[in-house]
């Protein structure tokens, strides 16, 4: 099957900082990607679907000035936790769509998500 | 996108089947329910999708009503390693929305 590589897989910042997770497809074109923050023992909330080229479109309530995300080519879009602080501390996981080719329709590839832990 | 409604946990025996049903009363007619799994601390992974019929794989069976309002999940011989949260999700053409899951134990 596809697969999605997100790296780092771990981090840990001081407050403050700004944290960039990137999120790959490797063997596939993905025009849209989605990125999504879990807490424990919490579902996945969606914060924003990302287009290559073009602005990502947020969830309510999610600051775009905060997470920034960047989807330059069809293989890679990043998530930036701009100034980040211990709350932000979460495991965020992308997830890319595979359009084309054997694609089965609307099917999610998920990477293996980046755990954040801001000191 | 549709809404799912899922049950926050079960329990099931080893080796036997484990049966996880999920609501989507509001699913619309192009919109695929998909079935997807996530252990401790990793990324979701995919188990199985459908739009009308009943689907097997070598993972699971996902059975589907014909009013395709309701389905269930079926893992047949359940594991320890089948320990996880499972995830139904109706997709269509836009939002990737996830409920709140299934959390399936395994007993030994």
């Known amino acids: 099957g596809a697969v999605v590589s997100q790296h780092p897989s771990r981090v840990i910042c001081k407050s403050g900082t700004s944290v960039k997770i990137e999120c790959r497809s490797l063997d596939f074109q993905a025009t849209t990607m989605f990125w999504y923050r879990q807490f424990p023992k919490q579902s996945l909330m969606l914060m924003a679907t990302?287009?290559?080229?073009?602005?990502?479109?947020?969830e309510q309530g999610v600051e775009k000035d905060k997470f920034l995300i960047n989807h330059a080519s069809l293989t890679l879009s990043t998530l930036t936790v701009t100034s980040a602080h211990p709350e932000d501390s979460s495991f965020y996981i992308c997830?890319?769509?595979?359009?084309?080719?054997?694609?089965?329709?609307?099917?999610?590839?998920f990477g293996e998500g980046s755990r954040l832990t801001v000191l | 996108d549709a809404k799912t409604t899922q049950p926050p946990s079960m329990d099931c025996a080893e080796g036997r089947a484990a049966n996880l049903p999920c609501n989507h009363s509001?699913?619309?007619?192009?919109?695929?329910v998909y079935w997807y799994r996530q252990i401790h601390s990793q990324g979701p992974q995919y188990i199985i999708h459908?739009?009308?019929n009943n689907e097997t794989n070598e993972m699971a069976s996902l059975i589907i009503t014909e009013d395709r309002k309701s389905s269930t999940l079926i893992l047949p011989h359940a594991t320890l390693r089948d320990t996880a949260v499972y995830y139904c999700i109706v997709i269509g053409t836009y939002k990737y929305i996830f409920g709140t899951g299934t959390r399936l134990k395994v007993l030994a």
């Open positions: 509001t699913i619309s007619g192009n919109e695929y």
């Open positions: 990302s287009n290559e080229g073009s602005k990502a479109t947020y």
């Open positions: 997830s890319a769509s595979k359009i084309g080719g054997r694609a089965r329709t609307g099917e999610l590839f």
């Open positions: 459908g739009l009308k």
